[in-house]
């Protein structure tokens, strides 16, 4: 970091940062194939390989974070509502934080590996096999709009320390984001190695059209099945990081204050648009009164003046996914026992919960990506885990507030349930190891 600084504050008076936010503008269709050419020809120069490259284009990444700070906190105030705190720690801060760990890694990353017994029979020992670190080529890397900024630069870190060159589609959900961010990469990583292409489907459908070395895809099941389809024609590996209806288990060795407020507070960050915050909490029936109360009692500690006059609480991205979150508590047969107030005007939604009877309810069966979730009532442990593996059986995450053996329990897969005795205690001695 001390290089880092030196170099940058001799270049300082060089950078000039314009505040104003471009009009979002898609990409020309008929541009795409020749950007994803260029990105293509640059990484056959092999020059990507070489351990100073990535590390200057890592240095320069680090820094045009750090100088666009302000225009990507105006973007995200503007695509989300969301404060400059939340931004700071979710997004901008982490980012960096990913900057400086990698170039504090990437060269034990990128050394070869030596083979030897038990690894290699004995019989090959004089061959001297070793696992040597190969960048694949060009990537495309496709953003959610819950994280519009980390969740597309993050990948980008990891392309560019592997010695990829790679092409970034922001989601157009999140339209001043994507343009701050296309000046970002044109104006402070190597031409040629790197571009963004901005637009919806078209463009997107567009960019599919192209062979890639790897594809990384963040947003939801339905495209991400789109995209593995897609993939698949040509053999592109690809990465999906998709959504899930996570649950959360409560039992009566849990520490009720402590739950409700980690759950509300899941539900609140980035109002709820966060892929790993629970879907439904799965609770003792004895419970749920008092697991209530602790529920309003967190509210009220977290927005004094109500949610709506909070300045850190974002807002919903649009009116379509506004729609989508509204209708789960139109329909919903459940009590609503916190929240419940909407207002499509400034695209809010109050952090709710809803008391459910009924794994038929649309609480249930929908991922909220919102502020809105689901408490169902059960009678044990037992009756939680066949709840969420009837849901969803293999969630993105899920949330264990009990006992130490409770939670170790709730932990495993459902389908390893049968088989925790054993796989508990092989997985306990291993972890001693």
Not at 29 to 56: E, G, M, N, Q
Not at 110 to 139: C, H, N, Q, Y
Not at 369 to 387: K, R, S
Request: a positive charge; aromatic letters at 10%.
């Amino acid at each position: 970091l001390t290089n880092i600084s030196r170099i940058y504050f001799k270049k300082k008076k060089k950078f000039s940062i314009n505040m104003a936010i471009t009009e979002f503008k898609a990409t020309p269709l008929d541009t795409i194939p020749s950007i994803a050419s260029t990105a293509r020809s640059t990484f056959r120069t092999h020059k990507t390989k070489s351990l100073a490259w990535r590390k200057t284009q890592l240095r320069r990444l680090y820094w045009a974070i750090e100088d666009f700070k302000p225009r990507l906190l105006a973007a995200l105030r503007a695509d989300l509502h969301r404060s400059d705190y939340e931004s700071l720690l979710t997004e901008i801060e982490w980012l960096k934080k990913d900057c400086l760990f990698m170039l504090e890694h990437i060269d034990e990353y990128a050394k070869d590996e030596k083979l030897k017994s038990p690894d290699v029979p004995v019989a090959f020992a004089a061959m001297k096999f070793r696992i040597r670190k190969e960048p694949l080529g060009t990537v495309l890397i496709i953003g959610p709009y819950n994280f519009p900024v980390q969740l597309l630069i993050s990948p980008l870190i990891g392309a560019i320390a592997a010695g990829c060159t790679a092409v970034l589609k922001p989601s157009e959900l999140t339209p001043s984001v994507a343009m701050v961010i296309k000046e970002l990469v044109e104006a402070r990583l190597e031409k040629g190695a790197f571009a963004v292409v901005n637009g919806g489907v078209a463009e997107t459908s567009a960019l599919m059209e192209i062979k890639w070395d790897k594809i990384f895809f963040t947003g939801s099941s339905a495209v991400g099945t789109i995209i593995a389809k897609k993939a698949a024609e040509t053999l592109t590996p690809v990465t999906l990081e998709l959504g899930g209806r996570n649950p959360a288990f409560v039992t009566k060795n849990a520490d009720l204050q402590l739950a409700a407020r980690r759950l509300l507070w899941g539900k609140t960050v980035n109002c709820g648009q966060v892929c790993l915050s629970q879907n439904y909490v799965l609770i003792e029936k004895g419970l749920v009164d008092k697991f209530v109360e602790a529920l309003k009692q967190a509210y009220k500690e977290m927005f004094p003046e109500g949610a709506k006059k909070s300045p850190d609480l974002a807002r919903i991205v649009n009116k379509r996914h506004f729609a989508r979150i509204k209708k789960m508590l139109d329909e919903t047969k459940g009590r609503i026992v916190i929240g419940g107030e909407v207002d499509e005007s400034e695209l809010y939604i109050e952090p709710t919960a809803v008391v459910v009877s009924s794994v038929d309810d649309a609480m249930m069966q929908e991922e909220s990506f919102g502020p809105i979730f689901a408490i169902y009532p059960v009678n044990t442990l037992d009756e939680a885990l066949n709840v969420a593996n009837l849901v969803h059986r293999t969630p993105l995450a899920l949330y264990a507030f009990g006992s130490k053996k409770e939670n170790e329990r709730s932990e495993f897969p459902p389908f390893l349930q049968n088989q925790l005795p054993k796989f508990y205690a092989n997985w306990q001695q291993s972890s001693t190891k």
